[in-house]
């Protein structure tokens, strides 16, 4: 008989837990919006949490600013420990919706951790998949709008994607090993992507 965590069925767990996988403008966050008021789950989203620590300009934001604004990643102590904080801080949650997290495999790895304390799992890993050019044109876009020191030149842009290639797209292989992982093509309207993810989480979630 496979493990449990290779059968592809319905999770026992009454929880569930999503991660929202792909580089740096493929839609997380806006697809997160989204799915947070279809399934009522706790969006968890790093960059959001850093945000939060930047603009109340805290020693833990100071740091990470200096970081995001050269389209470095954050150290994997310091996010580890928001989502640790973050999961303990929601107890009565249905599940979490990932969004931004795990960026390396150790994060990855400290994630499953912190899930399996509270007899929970990552249910699917639901990877956006956008071409570089469509990337960068999203986020230069955003970055008229955004106020966000990180979108405005296309320089930092592209070491965002190159730190997304070097670090983080080893995260959509660790969870391979495991069969969670469907991409999802993240090129289209956001309602058309949005009814694509959606197909996905139905055929694997009672809700
Ligand atoms: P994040 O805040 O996670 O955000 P992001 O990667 O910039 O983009 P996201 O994918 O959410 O954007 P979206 O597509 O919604 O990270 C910021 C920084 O924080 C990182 O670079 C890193 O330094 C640090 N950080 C965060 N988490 C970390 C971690 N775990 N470890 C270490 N460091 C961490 O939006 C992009 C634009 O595309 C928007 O303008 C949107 O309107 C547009 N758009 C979306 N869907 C579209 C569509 N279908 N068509 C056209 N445009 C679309």
């Not at 303990?88 to 951790?113: I, M, S, V």
């Not at 309602?191 to 694509?196: Q, S």
Request: charged share 30%; proline share 4%; no cysteine.
């Amino acid at each position: 008989m496979q493990p449990l965590y290779l059968q592809n069925t319905r999770l026992a767990s009454s929880m569930f837990n999503i991660i929202l996988f792909g580089p740096p403008g493929s839609g997380k966050g806006t697809q997160s919006e989204k799915l947070i008021s279809a399934y009522g789950l706790k969006h968890l989203s790093t960059g959001d949490l850093l945000r939060g620590e930047i603009s109340n300009k805290t020693p833990l934001g100071l740091e990470a600013k200096t970081l995001i604004d050269k389209g470095l990643l954050v150290p994997d102590e310091v996010v580890i420990g928001m989502i640790s904080s973050a999961l303990d801080a929601n107890p009565g949650a249905k599940g979490f919706l990932f969004d931004g997290f795990p960026r390396t495999r150790a994060q990855a790895e400290a994630l499953d951790k912190l899930l399996k304390l509270k007899n929970t799992e990552i249910g699917v890993v639901l990877a956006l998949d956008v071409s570089e050019e469509e990337l960068v044109n999203r986020l230069m876009n955003r970055g008229l709008t955004s106020g966000r020191s990180d979108d405005t030149n296309e320089n930092i842009i592209r070491e965002r994607i190159a730190e997304y290639n070097r670090k983080t797209s080893p995260v959509a292989d660790y969870y391979r090993e495991f069969d969670k992982v469907v991409k999802i093509k993240g090129e289209g309207t956001v309602d058309e992507i949005f009814e694509l993810l959606k197909k996905e989480i139905d055929k694997r979630f009672d809700h």
